[in-house]
């Protein structure tokens, strides 16, 4: 069965910091995975995406993530944070993008000024 | 439409009353998934839908949860006799089954309900 954890349920970073969300996945099976932000009130936006192909996945808004298999893990990174980045991000993994997703229990980001 | 839609964004019951909740997946989706967001928590899946079949309903919580989907677009979900434990943001996800051109879920901006 695949589940997700994710390290840190509130992170805290100053504008222009380095933001790492840290994720790790249980799956029995090639895992697809996953980040999404969502915003107060609103739904859930994909950031980036791993499915095949390249382990270093490049998504909107300046964020990338590594998939590392040795560590089961995929956490979430960006080399200086916005004001705006300021939200709950979530990471999923998936036998499939078609099948239902796993979430973690999410990590809420603060950026301080 | 350009995204996926629901409907009402805002819901709120008293406890016992019967609820019904829209979703309008992104056109020509096939795929179409109901999640359960409670407060502070991820989403979890409730039920999945391949055009008007539902294939996978193992995450309804109780049997006062209900979904359809009867021409393969608009799905309801519908929650009978509400209790508080109910209270939750409720999101749906559509996808276009086996386009890698797409692959991922397309989440709407759920909604909330609140039963009192």
């Known amino acids: 069965a695949q589940s997700v954890t994710q390290l840190g349920s509130h992170v805290s970073v100053s504008e222009g910091a380095l933001v790492l969300l840290r994720c790790n996945y249980s799956?029995?099976?090639?895992?697809?995975l996953f980040w999404y932000v969502q915003y107060p009130n609103q739904g859930l936006q994909l950031l980036l995406k791993?499915?095949?192909?390249?382990?270093l996945v490049k998504g909107i808004n300046g964020f990338e993530a590594e998939f590392k298999k040795s560590e089961t893990s995929f956490h979430l990174t960006k080399p200086s944070a916005h004001m705006s980045d300021a939200a709950e991000y979530f990471c999923?993994?998936?036998?499939?993008?078609?099948?239902?997703?796993?979430f973690g229990t999410g990590t809420s980001l603060t950026v301080i000024p | 439409g350009a995204g996926v839609s629901q409907s009402p964004r805002y819901k709120v019951a008293k406890r016992g009353q019967d609820v019904a909740l829209r979703c309008d997946p992104i056109?020509?989706?096939?795929?179409l998934f109901w999640y359960q967001q409670a407060l502070g928590q991820g989403p979890e899946f409730l039920t999945y839908?391949?055009?008007?079949?539902?294939?996978?309903k193992s995450g309804l919580p109780s049997d006062r949860f209900f979904a359809e989907r009867p021409e393969g677009s608009v799905s309801t979900l519908k929650i009978q006799r509400t209790q508080q434990e109910d209270s939750a943001v409720y999101l749906c996800?559509?996808?276009?089954?086996?386009?890698?051109?797409?692959?991922?879920?397309?989440f709407g901006p759920g909604t909330r309900l609140t039963v009192l």
């Open positions: 996800a559509s996808s276009a089954l086996f386009s890698w051109g797409t692959d991922t879920q397309y």
């Open positions: 799956s029995s099976v090639p895992p697809y």
């Open positions: 791993y499915t095949t192909g390249a382990t």
């Open positions: 999923a993994v998936s036998d499939s993008p078609w099948d239902q997703f796993y």
């Open positions: 056109s020509g989706h096939v795929s």
């Open positions: 839908f391949q055009n008007e079949a539902q294939l996978d």
